[in-house]
């Protein structure tokens, strides 16, 4: 079983790698603790909305394409495609594809 704390954690530290930014310099403009963050990286604490938010935001990303992309992680994990617009996703839909 995939757990939403793993998928997002995966995420945020992805996010992070990808700027060459260290867990010390995104905690700090986060506000909030190394080993915190540490351990929502690694799927091991549930990031609270207002948590999220900030390391988001230290990281100059939206909330909503990291949130976009964990779900797409998800249903990755349960064998689904995800269409890269809603449009696209309605279109299916009514066509009967899945």
């Given amino acids: 079983m995939v757990l ?3 998928e997002l954690g995966s995420v945020l530290r992805s ?3 990808r700027q060459h930014r260290t867990l010390r310099d995104v905690s700090a403009a986060a506000k909030v603790s190394l080993g915190y963050l540490s351990e929502v990286e690694r799927g091991q604490k549930e990031a609270s909305s207002e948590l999220l938010a900030s390391i988001c935001a230290a ?14 992680r998800l ?4 064998g689904h495609w995800v269409p890269d617009t ?4 309605f279109q ?7």
């Fill in 15 to 17: 996010n992070r790698l």
């Fill in 75 to 78: 249903a990755s994990h349960d």
């Fill in 86 to 89: 809603p449009d696209a996703l």
């Fill in 59 to 72: 990281l100059g990303t939206p909330l909503w394409t990291t949130l976009r992309e964990v779900s797409d």
């Fill in 92 to 98: 299916d839909e009514l066509a009967g594809v899945r």
């Fill in 4 to 6: 939403l704390r793993s």
